[in-house]
């Protein structure tokens, strides 16, 4: 019998080698074309989202615009009425252009016809698209439309008696003027696609050309260059061929697992900064949601409605209001009355003012986070989100942002502040963790069962100079033993409607900040405190460090 052929490494030869490449290489007219076709469809993909969104602002603008003229028609006439009665009784031409002066500047309003009950005009401001008895059709208080103007007319009365009424007519301009800026969008878009496509086609042409030939060049002294190191890569394959065979087997098995677990890792660090950021979010929108409800109650309790049963007493005595406000035992508080609540109103306005400003702020320091993690997920660069942040100022935003939650249960909270020098850090990854801190510790005290709840937050240099301690402290239910070591892994948590992400999250904030998170309590029923250690540089920031070193080297 013949010897059984031996089986050898199998070795790939030079024509081989030369033949792929020949093979993987593209044509220049077969690349110009693939250029040509994905820039095409970039930019007519590009040319669709951007009409596509233009329409739906379109879709979105013209409502609101319509809903505004109506709301400013039907509100409109009826203040008109209401502030006019006197004039068109009297027949008093100032008295009616007092009333409609403000709606003269309007520049929504085309036309305003004051009228007696009977018909007879008394005053007309403006050109009116029809005759006077046809703009009183229809009901009161409805808003009437024609191609080009909406019409709304409300009746006047004195003493419940119907004296005459009041038409307002509002031009559609604006619902026309958004219609051609949908289509002059539209019409740029298109020329932008156009001009585009021109402009990437001579790219392709004049650029991108010789580009591609000089790749087939190139490559073709790749084809030699492999010629070369195939002779000489052949005289190893041969011992490590043996090898690899006994490899291959535990190498396939080892990439499984890898992949396994690659993906495993995958989703757990996706679903951890999703939990995070979510987290995050719906703290401060709990103080956003605790703004409204303040908001609301003052709406509720506002010295508005007082005002208006005041008015109404006035009407009553508006034929001897002289007689009423100087010989009638009530109608003489009047003035002190109206001064007491013009102050109550200023007061109302001063705490709505502050509550939407901090409202504003809540919002902004929610697009941050978004923000933040956004250029995270792009690149992870230590620099780009270090600032210079005035510790004692970021801790007062923070119990600002909760300060509705504090007044509504009744938490005392003390502060203990002391440090004069400004940190380098990353201001919203530290904000985000103290805003965890102070939120954990509110529901430490309010769910505690104790009548007194209090927190403080106390924030010191430490003796080195080169770090700083903020500490939160509560008097809530404290932490048990067997749980300190736990707190901070991440999905631990002992509040029966909690996720663990905050602490966990605050934790790796701390440390990607150069610092620590750390806790400490007496026991259950003993409160408990967290104490938040950070340098005053950030990792990285050598220049602001050098200048913290000079400090303390003279102080």
Same mark, same amino acid.
């Given at each position: 019998?013949?010897?059984?052929?031996?089986?050898?490494?199998?070795? +790939?030869?030079?024509?081989?080698?030369?033949?792929?490449?020949?093979?993987?290489?593209?044509?220049?007219?077969?690349?110009?074309?693939?250029?040509?076709?994905?820039?095409?469809?970039? %930019?007519?993909?590009?040319?669709?989202?951007?009409?596509?969104?233009?329409?739906?602002?379109?879709?979105?603008?013209?409502?609101?615009?319509?809903?505004?003229?109506?709301?400013?028609?039907?509100?409109?006439?009826?203040?008109?009425?209401?502030?006019?009665?006197?004039?068109?009784?009297?027949?008093?031409?100032?008295?009616?252009?007092?009333?409609?002066?403000?709606?003269?500047?309007?520049?929504?309003?085309?036309?305003?016809?004051?009228?007696?009950?009977?018909?007879?005009?008394?005053?007309?401001?403006?050109?009116?698209?029809?005759?006077?008895?046809?703009?009183?059709?229809?009901?009161?208080?409805?808003?009437?439309?024609?191609?080009?103007?909406?019409?709304?007319?409300?009746?006047?009365?004195?003493?419940?008696?119907?004296?005459?009424?009041?038409? #307002?007519?509002?031009?559609?301009?604006?619902?026309?003027?958004?219609?051609?800026? !949908?289509?002059?969008?539209?019409?740029?878009?298109?020329?932008?696609?156009?001009?585009?496509?021109?402009?990437?086609?001579?790219?392709?042409?004049? !650029?991108?050309?010789?580009?591609?030939?000089?790749?087939?060049?190139?490559?073709?002294?790749?084809?030699?260059?492999?010629?070369?190191?195939?002779?000489?890569?052949?005289?190893?394959?041969?011992?490590?061929?043996?090898?690899?065979?006994?490899?291959?087997?535990?190498?396939?098995? *080892?990439?499984?697992?890898?992949?396994?677990?690659?993906?495993?890792?995958?989703?757990?660090?996706?679903?951890?900064?999703?939990?995070?950021?979510?987290?995050?979010?719906?703290?401060?929108?709990?103080?956003?949601?605790?703004? %409204?409800?303040?908001?609301?109650?003052?709406?509720?309790?506002?010295?508005?409605?007082?005002?208006?049963?005041?008015?109404?007493?006035?009407?009553?005595?508006?034929?001897?209001?002289?007689?009423?406000?100087?010989?009638?035992?009530?109608?003489?508080? +009047?003035?002190?009355?109206?001064?007491?609540?013009?102050?109550?109103?200023?007061?109302?306005?001063?705490?709505?003012?502050?509550?939407?400003?901090?409202?504003?702020?809540?919002?902004?320091?929610?697009?941050?986070?978004?923000?933040? *993690?956004? *250029?995270?997920?792009?690149?992870?660069?230590?620099?780009?989100?270090?600032? *210079? +942040?005035?510790?004692?100022?970021?801790?007062?935003?923070? %119990?600002?942002?909760?300060?509705?939650?504090?007044?509504?249960?009744?938490?005392?909270?003390?502060?203990?502040?002391?440090?004069?020098?400004?940190?380098?850090?990353?201001?919203?990854?530290?904000?985000?963790?103290?805003? &965890?801190?102070?939120? &954990?510790?509110?529901?430490?005290?309010?769910?505690?069962?104790?009548?007194?709840?209090?927190?403080?937050?106390?924030?010191?240099?430490?003796?080195?100079?080169?770090?700083?301690?903020?500490?939160?402290?509560?008097?809530? !239910?404290?932490?048990?033993?067997?749980?300190?070591?736990? #707190?901070?892994?991440?999905?631990?948590?002992?509040?029966?409607?909690?996720?663990?992400?905050?602490?966990?999250?605050?934790?790796?904030?701390?440390?990607?900040?150069?610092?620590?998170?750390?806790?400490?309590?007496?026991?259950?029923?003993?409160?408990?405190?967290?104490?938040?250690?950070?340098?005053?540089?950030?990792?990285?920031?050598?220049?602001?460090?050098?200048?913290?070193?000079?400090?303390?080297?003279?102080?």
């Amino acid at each position: 019998m013949a010897p059984a052929a031996q089986k050898g490494p199998q070795h +790939v030869t030079t024509h081989d080698t030369a033949d792929i490449l020949g093979r993987a290489t593209p044509s220049s007219l077969r690349l110009k074309t693939i250029l040509t076709t994905f820039i095409v469809l970039v %930019v007519l993909g590009l040319s669709g989202l951007i009409v596509l969104l233009v329409r739906r602002a379109a879709e979105q603008l013209a409502p609101a615009i319509r809903a505004d003229l109506t709301w400013k028609a039907r509100r409109g006439v009826a203040e008109l009425a209401s502030s006019s009665d006197l004039g068109i009784l009297l027949a008093d031409r100032q008295a009616i252009d007092a009333a409609s002066k403000e709606f003269k500047r309007n520049k929504d309003v085309v036309a305003m016809v004051f009228a007696r009950a009977g018909g007879a005009v008394v005053a007309r401001y403006g050109r009116s698209p029809l005759p006077a008895h046809e703009l009183f059709r229809g009901r009161a208080n409805r808003v009437h439309e024609t191609p080009d103007h909406l019409i709304a007319w409300a009746a006047t009365t004195v003493e419940g008696k119907r004296i005459g009424r009041v038409a #307002l007519v509002l031009s559609k301009a604006r619902l026309k003027a958004a219609g051609e800026l !949908y289509r002059g969008i539209l019409v740029v878009t298109g020329l932008g696609c156009v001009g585009a496509l021109v402009v990437s086609l001579l790219f392709v042409n004049f !650029y991108l050309g010789p580009l591609v030939k000089l790749t087939e060049r190139t490559l073709e002294d790749l084809k030699d260059l492999t010629r070369t190191l195939e002779q000489r890569v052949g005289e190893r394959t041969a011992d490590l061929s043996r090898t690899n065979r006994e490899l291959e087997q535990s190498l396939e098995k *080892q990439t499984e697992l890898q992949g396994q677990l690659m993906t495993v890792s995958r989703q757990a660090g996706m679903a951890e900064v999703a939990s995070t950021v979510l987290h995050n979010v719906g703290n401060v929108l709990n103080s956003v949601n605790v703004s %409204v409800e303040v908001m609301e109650e003052w709406l509720h309790r506002s010295s508005a409605v007082t005002f208006a049963e005041l008015m109404g007493l006035l009407r009553q005595h508006e034929h001897d209001l002289g007689h009423f406000l100087t010989e009638d035992d009530k109608g003489k508080h +009047v003035p002190r009355f109206l001064q007491l609540l013009s102050d109550a109103i200023d007061k109302e306005r001063d705490k709505l003012i502050s509550e939407v400003r901090a409202l504003r702020e809540r919002t902004t320091h929610i697009k941050t986070i978004i923000r933040v *993690q956004q *250029q995270e997920a792009k690149v992870y660069h230590t620099g780009q989100l270090v600032e *210079q +942040v005035v510790l004692d100022k970021l801790i007062r935003d923070v %119990v600002q942002m909760n300060s509705g939650t504090l007044s509504k249960f009744d938490i005392t909270l003390v502060q203990e502040h002391g440090i004069a020098r400004p940190l380098t850090i990353d201001r919203h990854k530290l904000m985000q963790v103290l805003i &965890n801190l102070l939120r &954990n510790a509110i529901h430490a005290v309010r769910h505690s069962g104790k009548l007194e709840r209090q927190i403080s937050v106390c924030s010191r240099l430490l003796p080195a100079g080169d770090r700083v301690s903020i500490a939160v402290t509560d008097n809530g !239910y404290g932490i048990a033993p067997e749980h300190i070591d736990r #707190l901070f892994g991440h999905g631990f948590t002992t509040k029966a409607d909690g996720h663990g992400f905050g602490l966990h999250s605050s934790a790796l904030h701390a440390q990607q900040m150069g610092g620590s998170l750390a806790a400490s309590s007496e026991g259950v029923g003993k409160g408990a405190t967290f104490t938040l250690e950070l340098p005053l540089v950030a990792a990285g920031d050598d220049s602001a460090r050098d200048d913290v070193a000079a400090a303390l080297s003279t102080s």
